[in-house]
T-cell receptor
Framework: KQEVTQIPAALSVPEGENLVLNCSFT??????LQWFRQDPGKGLTSLLL?????REQTSGRLNASLDKSSGRSTLYIAASQPGDSATYLCAVRPNGNTGKLIFGQGTTLQVKP | DTAVSQTPKYLVTQMGNDKSIKCEQNLGHDTMYWYKQDSKKFLKIMFS???????INETVPNRFSPKSPDKAHLNLHINSLELGDSAVYFC???????????FGPGTRLTVL
């Protein structure tokens, strides 16, 4: 059974710092992995999607990496800003059940001005 | 120009009642989903529809019945509401079953 874990559960950093959020999954048989952002009381916003054959994806100050064999993904945020404060969720899409996303419990990030 | 919309945003009701949540997407996507986010913020898939056809049903009690009248709509009807049904319910859609999913703003259901 696929399980997704995100560590740490919460993180507080000063503005301008570079940071890394971690996601691990127990079954390496994934089709792709998606990172989302959730603001309080709001829905999820897709940030990056990495296919199983890819090693990384970049969008602006965000870079997501994927190491399928070790069951890990990281989301790197460069030069963090207070507007980056949100909960970041990692989700994997298993092979053979591609319509389904399995989510981690998220890392809540606070960037202090 | 809302991509995925849900109504209502908040729903407060008594135990035992029947309620519906509506979802519409204007993205032209083929696949739609319902997720439940519990009090610990854990997000779990409930149902998935592709071209109005049910493709995922994740051991959800049969009190929950999704209905897809057309590709742009996926509604969720809940019978005999229980306290444990209190959660935030999110609708989502994607172009295909493997593509990026786009989420609605959520419906916060409170069962008293």
């Amino acid at each position: 059974k696929q399980e997704v874990t995100q560590i740490p559960a919460a993180l507080s950093v000063p503005e301008g710092e570079n940071l890394v959020l971690n996601c691990s999954f127990t079954d390496s048989a994934i089709y792709n992995l998606q990172w989302f952002r959730q603001d309080p009381g709001k829905g999820l916003t897709s940030l990056l999607l990495i296919q199983s054959s890819q090693r990384e994806q970049t969008s602006g100050r965000l870079n997501a990496s994927l190491d399928k064999s070790s069951g890990r993904s990281t989301l790197y945020i460069a030069a963090s800003q207070p507007g980056d404060s949100a909960t970041y969720l990692c989700a994997v899409r298993p092979n053979g059940n591609t319509g389904k996303l399995i989510f981690g419990q998220g890392t809540t990030l606070q960037v202090k001005p | 120009d809302t991509a995925v919309s849900q109504t209502p945003k908040y729903l407060v009701t008594q135990m035992g009642n029947d309620k519906s949540i509506k979802c519409e997407q204007n993205l032209g996507h083929d696949t739609m989903y319902w997720y439940k986010q519990d009090s610990k913020k854990f997000l779990k898939i409930m149902f998935s529809y592709n071209n109005k056809e049910l493709i995922i049903n994740e051991t959800v009690p049969n009190r929950f019945s999704p209905k897809s009248p057309d590709k742009a709509h996926l509604n969720l009807h809940i019978n005999s509401l229980e306290l444990g049904d209190s959660a935030v319910y999110f609708c989502a859609s994607s172009q295909t079953e493997v593509a990026t999913q786009y989420f609605g703003p959520g419906t916060r259901l409170t069962v008293l």
